[in-house]
């Protein structure tokens, strides 16, 4: 059995390219060695089309049943990624293989590191095809969402044995270069299997890889070699520019440096991009505005649940210097009337979520406003998901959800199962804890509906989750889209 599995395992290392022909013997050798193997047999049977799944199923049943690892998901995945890294190419050897590619064509260059992201498991496709995805209409344009179920759930032995593991400052975080090649441990995910790229980014050295849990097209994150925090300043625009100028055809952006807003790792500096079009880069400028000493740059208010300005130029560099203007005027703004403070009792609340693109010949950026004040009535923030959107989406409006794409937890899944049982049957929504927390939701949407039955509840519910989302995004906004708001908005537009 465990000779077949191996046989099995190598032969889809060859046929997805990341093993050689000509390291069969060695490749099997390594995967005898980590199960602590001396014999091995070659069955006879030609293996083909390979579905990595199994395969590595029968393997850790193997490495259970041998006592080699307990029968949990993060043992499994743990040893797993060991048993993929030994048909890996070297870190070396993946890079040479990219830069040639690059010389030929920067999207040959990433459509190799991609699918290699992916056929080496550091993607694990057959868990990302669980979240579940569908796109709404509304006034901005087709927002997307995802129901997010490929992170897999720890369960409460490997939670008990993580409190017991010594804490360890290696790797620093989840970004830094030493997770590559890194055998993880129960409270770190193992990344044996995981390859960077180095790239020079402000004439610094960075790195650029996929990120495991693909929300979109190509997700990437860019992160600096060094454990450095999070900062919003002029040269984040330049990082941005400098990343798009090597990837034309990737969008780049960043998460903003102030808890609420954030949404992310702030203690490490990293962006994230990838190949994909999301609602906010297709949504149009809805007013075009002049600011002083920048008349050869196109800018404008973006038609965007969010408070975004907009600006474009064939040189980025002048894009460089109008963002760094607009930032230091925004973290030093405040609009009494508008309910913009710049800060409370000496706490910055102003930051920028900048995205940057290349369309045709012309540099774009989106400058999004965000503030992170908190109140009484809002104590996890005005501009966050109000308390009766928290039953879906309460985590924070980070930069995808900036961009239009809804990341939401796993436990909707569930809910909205219940919730498409309990509205056909005609059973009180508010009588099963699981699903109470939806009660008011449910009563205020089911009027807008004649008939709702099997054939078209799924799509009923998906509807309201996507139009719940598009208020979070307003809730989110500095500014109203509202005459209101978006005088407010050239109130602070008529400072630069």
């Not at 020079?200 to 790195?207: L, R």
């Not at 920048?294 to 965007?304: H, R, T």
């Not at 009484?376 to 923030?381: C, M, R, T, V, Y």
């Amino acid at each position: 059995m465990l000779s077949e599995s191996i046989k099995k395992l190598v032969q889809y290392g060859v046929e997805r390219g990341i093993t050689p022909e000509c390291e069969r013997i060695y490749t099997t050798n390594l995967l005898l060695d980590v199960f602590g193997e001396s014999e091995y047999t070659e069955p006879e049977t030609e293996y083909a089309k390979i579905d990595l799944e199994e395969v590595l199923n029968e393997l850790l049943d193997e490495a259970v049943k041998r006592g080699i690892i307990e029968d949990s998901v993060v043992y499994r995945d743990l040893f797993d990624t060991k048993l993929m890294n030994c048909l890996m190419p070297r870190p070396a050897q993946v890079q040479k293989e990219f830069w040639d590619a690059y010389k030929e064509d920067p999207e040959k260059a990433t459509n190799y590191f991609y699918k290699l992201s992916q056929d080496s498991n550091y993607i694990r496709r057959y868990r990302v095809k669980k979240d579940q995805k569908w796109t709404v209409d509304s006034e901005y344009g087709k927002i997307d969402i995802t129901i997010n179920l490929s992170k897999p759930e720890k369960d409460p032995k490997a939670i008990a044995a993580a409190k017991l593991v010594k804490s360890s400052s290696y790797p620093k975080c989840l970004l830094c270069p030493e997770n590559e090649g890194y055998a993880g441990r129960v409270n770190h995910p193992a990344r044996e299997n995981h390859r960077i790229i180095p790239i020079t980014v402000n004439d610094s050295p960075w790195g650029f890889q996929y990120s495991p849990y693909v929300y979109y097209n190509e997700h990437c994150i860019v992160f600096n070699s060094q454990h450095t925090p999070m900062k919003i300043e002029r040269n984040t625009f330049v990082k941005l520019f400098d990343f798009v100028k090597l990837f034309p055809h990737y969008f780049l952006g960043s998460n903003a440096d102030l808890p609420i807003v954030g949404g992310s790792i702030l203690s490490h500096d990293h962006f994230q991009g990838g190949h994909y079009t999301f609602a906010m880069a297709k949504a149009e400028i809805e007013k075009h505005v002049t600011i002083p000493g920048y008349e050869d740059v196109e800018a404008g208010i973006v038609k965007w649940p969010l408070s975004v300005l907009r600006i474009r130029s064939k040189d980025e560099k002048r894009l460089i210097d109008l963002a760094t203007h607009v930032l230091a005027n925004w973290r030093s703004y405040t609009d009494e009337a508008a309910f913009i403070f710049a800060e409370t009792d000496g706490e910055p609340h102003n930051t920028i979520t900048p995205i940057a693109r290349k369309v045709g010949d012309t540099f774009e950026l989106d400058l999004t406003l965000r503030n992170n004040i908190t109140t009484e009535e809002n104590p996890l923030g005005v501009y966050h998901p109000h308390a009766c959107y928290h039953h879906i989406k309460k985590e924070n409006i980070g930069l995808i959800e900036v961009m239009g794409l809804a990341v939401l937890p796993a436990r909707l899944k569930e809910e909205l199962e219940l919730l498409e049982e309990y509205i056909l049957s005609g059973r009180d929504v508010a009588s099963n804890e699981k699903i109470e927390k939806h009660a008011a939701w449910v009563a205020e949407f089911l009027p807008k509906y004649e008939k709702l039955d099997k054939n078209n509840i799924q799509e009923v519910l998906r509807r309201e989750v996507g139009n719940v989302f598009v208020h979070v995004l307003e809730d989110a906004g500095v500014y109203k889209c509202t005459p209101e708001g978006r005088d407010a908005f050239m109130r602070f537009i008529n400072t630069l």
